[in-house]
């Protein structure tokens, strides 16, 4: 007989190989395997089992927990559509109890309660004020027929009927080859919970055996079977305190670490063969039997469940589809809001027929859109969804075939089917559903070319019944697909980023600094996927919080590998850049293939501080309309954010680091920093004190850029901008950060133009200046000797500069103590300045009056017999813009380009 996916309507899932060996031993017959989507990466094995058709599936090897389960199955049932429900078998860890004789080789398997569904996820839930971890949320119950069919089994058993036993000796004689492996072993020993292990190997032969638990013998050493609650949970249990400490809590007989990953997925039931006592004397040495008495009870299980008959046609025409690539994420935490206003906009009667979800990259939209299509089918199980990753043409291709073959479609060629599944969804017959566009980014895959007319815009359906989700992280793609119902998500507050963190985490204790954990919040941008990155680094390496963020603040190359590093998340797309470092790189791609000057603003903005970047440093287009256009498209992907109004861009942290390295990789930063190097330069203000707003709001973009490895390579052709902004901080009495400039520019000059330079001379004369200003009068007197020799020579004795230097010069001896020195100078400066620019000029008068102060307060001091200093008197020239307005003749040099930096520089 030939079979079909559609034939098959059990699903058997099994975590470890000597499980899937007891599956495959259980098989009454074996078919073989049949073509699979592409995007389905399970590995199955079909037969038949009392007369159901079997899908057995085992979780990736060496990836197990609730995700891994919930992977898997969510991917089975997309393949395998008619499949009714599921059993998870394998082997569990045993309770024991007072009220409970659970032993080793038993069976436990998942039954209701008045108050559970059967499996509990008992690490899910969230933590009280006092202290308590209160278990939230509830999984689904087995199907009915599941149900009825273990209450006959129990009724069974209480008549003494004994099947799982008889197939257990059928297997041992049948198979000589796994006897050895599923045999039944010697010993079960029970250690009290207060005593632990005492050697490093498995075996428990050394431990003392006065500790173990007196348990009467049985009457038959074959398995007994527990119906009640199972734990399931992503860590293995070994503590036998512990282990009593939840079980008491919750009445739980076994524990496990795939069960509640199904539950929600597939109408499932839980079967465990006890192989441990989830405590510190845990081995491996009853593995085989324990898997091989659970799969035993399988097979008796499907023998008691009756098969049904049922046309395929009709059978998918009244039954829902599911087209869903992720399981459940059962650490989604946070983001109510968000989805309880998608959920109404999508369900409501006259509602929207299209929604978007629209933010950062990072920032969850996807997650959000996965809890959202679960908790529509939980509260409508009528609803179809089919999920579309936009991601390149061909994801979309492919995933139009999967949703063409759910919906009973044959031999559809790709290139109608979107016509083919558009005009099906279209029709009342189709019932609800909900077409899900994940990933929608890329203009160009909504719009054709410059004429505008939709292509994938046009193919999609319209149906009183149906609705359509977009997430996009494009908000201009967004409005374009759905006009104004457009849900902005932004990244999560605090209290949601830590739970986020929390549930990523292994160890919950790395937790209990408070502190130290919101810090690490705030170094990854409270971004949900850096998070999650930031987490899984964390785990496989098994540091702390504080480790991680000390290679946050490590060199940025190395920052950007870190980030980089890429991790396993089973919720994102394998064919995708999970990392945060590598995630933009498409919108980057896109971005500069739409609007070359947008690219260019993000580029510029990633060569300068993030925050803060008034909007008049940016180039200047050619239009206003074209800089608006620009910013908009990366306020669109969340790129950039306004602040003060309209005037300041901030430029998202990571954003900055991701662009950053983006043109690292293209061979294109250097370019950039130059680029804008030359747009500062242009930009800068003079330190002119009309400017002084606006030069403030650009010093720490000048900052950032002049801290550039690749700017400090250049650094020569940007001599004038050092200047320039060491002119503005020493305006603003900066001048520790002004002296770090102005040696800079004195060693540049010295180097590039030559020690005889007007520019060097300016920048000596600068220096001195900034040191007279912080009382270093030795170091100024070294730096103005020098530069009044340089003058002498190269101005001539009487150039107005070369007597602005003696002016300085006899100011710091006057401040050294050298009097005589400094009236000496300044007698011939006087003289000068009154034979060149006559007795009435500013600078002849300001001269004079020092030259007359000084003499009288010597006069003065001689009389006393004393040789206390006179107190201190302004120097002969003001600083900058308060000097006194000076004539053509003084303010001006007669030689060279420079001009205006000595009129500037050696007027302080």
């Not at 159901?52 to 085992?58: D, F, I, S, T, W």
């Not at 109890?97 to 398997?109: A, E, F």
Request: hydrophobic share 35%.
């Amino acid at each position: 007989m030939v079979f079909t996916r559609d034939d098959y309507t059990v699903a058997w899932i099994c975590a470890l190989p000597l499980e899937m060996a007891a599956a495959k031993a259980m098989l009454d017959e074996v078919h073989p395997p049949l073509p699979q989507p592409g995007t389905d990466h399970n590995v199955y094995i079909l037969g038949s089992v009392s007369s159901h058709n079997v899908v057995v599936a085992p979780l990736p090897s060496g990836v197990y927990g609730t995700i891994s389960a919930s992977t898997v199955v969510s991917h089975m049932v997309s393949t395998y559509p008619n499949i009714r429900f599921g059993l998870m078998v394998g082997i569990g860890g045993g309770v024991p109890s007072q009220s409970t004789d659970i032993r080793l080789g038993d069976v436990v398997i998942s039954k209701p309660t008045a108050t559970s569904s059967g499996v509990i996820q008992y690490d899910y839930g969230k933590t009280l004020l006092d202290g308590r971890f209160q278990h939230t949320g509830s999984l689904n119950k087995p199907p009915l027929v599941l149900l009825k069919a273990i209450s006959q089994l129990e009724s069974g058993y209480m008549t003494g009927e004994r099947p799982v036993s008889k197939i257990l000796i059928d297997i041992q004689h049948k198979c000589e080859e796994m006897r050895e492996k599923f045999s039944r072993p010697k010993d079960d020993w029970l250690f009290r919970p207060t005593y632990n292990h005492k050697n490093s190997g498995h075996n428990c032969s050394a431990c003392d055996h006065t500790q173990l638990v007196n348990r009467p013998e049985r009457k038959t050493d074959g398995p007994y079977f527990h119906y009640g609650l199972i734990a399931s949970g992503d860590q293995v249990m070994k503590d036998a305190k512990t282990r009593d400490s939840i079980a008491q809590d919750l009445g739980i007989l076994c524990f496990e670490m795939e069960a509640a990953g199904l539950m929600d997925e597939l109408p499932s039931l839980a079967i465990r063969g006890i192989c441990d006592y989830c405590d510190s004397h845990k081995n491996k040495q009853w593995q085989g039997y324990a898997a091989l008495a659970a799969a035993a009870y399988a097979k008796t299980l499907l023998s008691v469940v009756p098969t049904y008959c049922y046309k395929k046609e009709s059978y998918k025409s009244r039954q829902p589809v599911w087209v869903v690539p992720f399981g459940r994420n059962p650490r989604f935490v946070g983001r109510e809001e968000e989805i309880t206003r998608t959920e109404e906009l999508i369900v409501q009667q006259d509602g929207p027929d299209k929604v978007a979800i629209c933010g950062l990259g990072g920032v969850g939209k996807t997650q959000i859109a996965l809890e959202l299509a679960y908790r529509i089918r939980k509260r409508d199980p009528e609803y179809s969804m089919f999920w579309i990753q936009c991601t390149s043409y061909e994801s979309v291709e492919q995933a139009y075939m999967i949703i063409a073959s759910k919906l009973g479609m044959t031999d559809i060629k790709p290139a109608e089917v979107k016509e083919k599944v558009k005009d099906y969804l279209s029709q009342e017959s189709a019932g609800k559903w909900i077409l899900l566009f994940d990933n929608a980014d890329d203009m160009e895959m909504w719009s054709q070319d410059n004429t505008n007319n939709s292509v994938l815009a046009d193919l999609l359906p319209r149906s009183e019944q149906g609705h359509i989700l977009f997430t996009t992280r494009s908000r201009k793609v967004a409005v374009k697909l759905v006009s104004s119902h457009v849900i902005t998500i932004s990244e999560p507050d605090t209290e949601t980023a830590l739970k986020i963190l929390q549930n990523s985490l292994v160890e919950k204790t790395l937790l209990n600094n408070y502190d130290t954990a919101i810090t690490l919040l705030e170094q990854l941008a409270f971004l949900p996927l850096a998070i999650t990155q930031a987490a899984a680094y964390i785990n496989k390496n098994s540091i702390g919080l504080s480790d991680y963020m000390i290679l946050l603040q490590d060199q940025e190359p190395d920052v950007v590998e870190l980030l980089s590093e890429d991790f396993g998340d089973e919720r994102r797309y394998k064919d995708t850049q999970n990392p945060v470092a590598l995630t933009w790189f498409i919108s980057f791609q896109q971005i500069q293939r739409s609007n070359e000057l947008a690219a260019d603003y993000l580029s510029f903005m990633a060569c300068i501080n993030p925050r803060g970047i008034p909007q008049s440093l940016l180039p200047q287009p050619i239009s206003t309309e074209k800089r608006i256009d620009a910013i908009g498209l990366l306020k669109a992907f969340s790129f950039i954010s306004e602040d003060g109004g309209d005037r300041f861009l901030n430029i998202h942290r990571l954003v900055h680091l991701a662009t950053r390295n983006w043109m690292r990789k293209s061979q294109q930063f250097s370019r950039h920093i130059l680029k804008a190097a030359d747009r500062l330069s242009e930009a800068f203000p003079n330190n002119d004190y009309t400017n002084r707003k606006l030069w403030r709001e650009y010093l720490p973009h000048a900052f950032s850029l002049l801290a550039e490895a690749d700017f400090q390579k250049e650094q020569e052709r940007y001599i004038n901008l050092i200047m320039n902004i060491g002119n503005c901080l020493y305006s603003d009495g900066r001048w520790k950060e002004t002296e770090e400039l102005e040696v800079q520019a004195m060693e540049l000059c010295k180097q590039v133009l030559g020690p005889e330079h007007l520019s060097t001379l300016t920048s000596m004369a600068n220096l001195a200046s900034t040191y007279r200003n912080q009382g270093r009068w030795k170091e100024a007197e070294e730096l103005e000797v020098q530069a009044m020799k340089l003058c002498k020579q190269v101005l001539g004795p009487e150039h107005p500069s070369t007597l602005t230097s003696m002016n300085n010069l006899a100011y710091t001896w006057k401040r050294l103590g050298k009097v005589q020195d400094a009236l000496a100078l300044m007698e011939k400066c006087v003289e000068l300045r009154r034979n060149l620019l006559g007795p009435d000029h500013p600078h002849a008068i300001s001269s004079s009056n020092a030259l007359g102060d000084w003499g009288r307060a010597v006069n003065s001091l001689s009389k006393k017999s004393t040789q206390q200093t006179p107190a201190a008197t302004p120097p002969a020239l003001p600083i900058h813009n308060n000097r006194p307005k000076k004539k053509k003749s003084d303010s001006e040099p007669v030689t060279g380009g420079k001009r205006w930096a000595l009129k500037r520089l050696f007027g302080r």
